[in-house]
């Protein structure tokens, strides 16, 4: 992979997770029903930021779980592939609330797909909606996002990184180019 540029500093991404934030709370006329589930990696602090946001805004905290989907991946074919699990700790009922799924990049729908799956097995929401940081494009599911912090078109040669503090000890997007 070869470093192509920085689209997002830590400036940036603390003023589209705060807009998000304010969509968040705008379109649902509070937080009364509201919670945040990241998606295992980088959706997880993601959906902590916009907590935190929301928490300083409306005075209230707001529930966060954590989902791992692999089990619900579409390109596991073998039970050999031994998936490494990381456990889904989703500690409160998300029966008839409004779960605002929470990822880094939204790319081909497949993520969301094996998300929506996990979230109905573990029980019935009122709705689901979905918070994204970036926006690719390249979909190849009917998915789209309810909160976006910044679209980003791209080729498919090129990959976006994410990179939180919480993992990778900076606050940065970048897209970079595969190299042949």
């Not at 991404?13 to 934030?21: E, F, V």
């Not at 959706?43 to 916009?50: C, H, L, N, Q, V």
């Amino acid at each position: 992979m070869k470093f192509k540029t920085k689209i997002m500093d830590e400036k940036a991404i603390q003023r589209a997770t705060t807009r998000i934030a304010h969509e968040i709370i705008e379109r649902n006329k509070g937080i009364e029903d509201v919670v945040l589930v990241g998606i295992k990696t980088r959706g997880i602090p993601f959906a902590k930021r916009i907590a935190d946001r929301i928490e300083s805004i409306e005075n209230k905290k707001i529930h966060v779980g954590v989902l791992d989907i692999t089990l619900y991946r579409d390109d596991l074919t073998k039970l050999d592939d031994n998936p490494i699990l990381n456990d889904t700790d989703i500690g409160f009922d998300i029966s008839e609330k409004i779960v605002v799924l929470v990822d880094d990049v939204l790319y081909t729908g497949r993520t969301v797909r094996a998300a929506m799956d996990a979230i109905m097995d573990i029980g019935r929401p009122k709705s689901i909606q979905l918070a994204v940081l970036i926006d690719r494009g390249h979909r190849e599911l009917p998915i789209r996002a309810d909160y976006v912090g910044k679209n980003v078109p791209t080729s498919k040669e090129e990959i976006i990184c994410v990179h939180f503090d919480e993992i990778d000890d900076t606050n940065e997007v970048t897209i970079n180019k595969l190299t042949e």
